[in-house]
């Protein structure tokens, strides 16, 4: 039998819809596979105050800055995009992991 969508017991009709409707197809970001998108933690150099950072995104210059400021807007935290890298202040990484992977990037936590 098919498992139903539900919330706190209650079936969800156009789950299913819903999803689908979130990911049109053809519209989920193309990757080669082999990069991996990695959330960690860092302090060096800034003074012991924690950024998060997000490397291994396959994106232009610009795509990272839109990017960017869709996370930090989310995370309510500064930020900036260095070398391909997407730095944003503080420990935001089980936030950011979840968004990227919303948006259909295959991003997994690193570090400790």
Do not use: W
């Not at 995104?57 to 839109?66: S, V």
């Amino acid at each position: 039998m098919k498992t139903r969508a539900t919330f706190r017991g209650v079936v969800l009709r156009d789950a299913a819809q819903r999803r689908a409707a979130a990911h049109p197809q053809g519209s989920r970001p193309v990757t080669d596979g082999l990069s991996r998108i990695r959330v960690g933690r860092e302090v060096g150099g800034r003074g012991g105050k924690a950024v998060s950072v997000i490397s291994g995104l396959p994106l232009e210059e610009a795509q990272l800055a839109e990017l960017a400021s869709r996370l930090k807007k989310l995370c309510g935290a500064g930020g900036t995009v260095r070398n391909g890298v997407i730095e944003i202040q503080g420990d935001h990484r089980d936030t950011l992991v979840a968004e990227l992977c919303k948006l259909g990037y295959p991003a997994r936590r690193s570090g400790g």
